[in-house]
């Protein structure tokens, strides 16, 4: 590895912190959700999850115990604006301070995520992210943390996994807040895209040296049999979860072929995309530091039945070795990708 390179860890706030309605903070999606019975599996929740919010300083040895140089944490944006707007909760940034200063100290290096799905459940009562506000309010609410930290933390990330808070929550329902709605899902999508690129100025005054990207998670999307019906499912898959985000990110708006797609499937209006206003698609090409990159798995494909948009996995070539969660075990597939970013998108490292 390089000079220079960085060996670190990776979390997210309601995955460890815990202290759900401590030194008052707001209530997330996520407490709704897993609150309500019959959306999480087992019944499990984040109301204690590692206790991180009372444990952070062993969590800190334990980092320097280990060698890590580089810390990836995201901030529980209903602990600064409880309501997600308005009012300033001064215990959180104070707790997000202490953790700053506890990493400078053991002399690692804190990447921040400003959002990594917490939205706050007040912002969601207004419509959340498939609504214009959420996208103003996540301005809001960055300007504030970042004139707190932005001092001692250099690299701010905007947002973790889009696909993940826009179309698995809103479109799917797997997350937080559940819904089942492919127009919604895309006007989240595109409002959180949004509000990434207005906040990349902002982070840029408020922290005048620091880097900042975004973090998208991709697929690569493949077929065992290249038939040009299969080749078209994997080219229209690659669209819905790879080119839909990283297209408008690198100037090259949403992908043309993605909304024929999506007006044929009746997905979206006649109109196309009538929740982007004039000016939104040069917002989301803000210049950008660095891109993170989440690579899971890959996605082996084979076309679609009559009538339906998606294509369908081909389980039947997909390699055997397999995570506890069931995907697929194919680390050829971040080579591959990490070589098309370089040379399809030239995104910075």
Known sequence: FPEGFLWGAATSSYQIEGAWQEDSKGESIWDRFAHTPGKVIDGSNGDVACDHYHRWQDDIALMK?????????????????????????????????????????????????????????????????PQ????????????????????????????NEPWCSGLLSHQIGEHAPGWRDWYAGLAASHHILLSHGWAVPVIRRNSPDAEVGITLNFTVATTAVRTPENLAAVRVFDGYFNRWFLDPIYGRRYPADMVDAYQKAGVLPASGLDFVVDGDLEAIAAHTDFLGVNYYSRSVLKAAADGELFPADDAEHATLERTDMGWEVYPQGLYDLLCRLHCEYQAPK
Do not use: C, M
């Open 65 to 129: 115990g280990l060698g890590l140089h580089a810390y990836r944490f995201s901030i529980a944006w209903p602990r600064i604006l409880p309501q997600g707007v308005g009012a300033v909760n001064q215990a959180g940034i104070d707790f997000y301070s202490r953790l700053v200063d506890g990493l400078l100290e053991a002399g690692i290096t804190p990447f921040a995520t400003l959002y990594h799905w917490d939205l706050p459940q007040a912002i969601q009562e207004r419509g959340g992210w």
């Open 132 to 159: 214009r506000f959420a996208a103003e309010a996540f301005v809001e609410y960055t300007d504030v943390i970042t004139r707190a930290l932005g001092d001692r933390v250099k690299h701010w990330i905007t947002h």
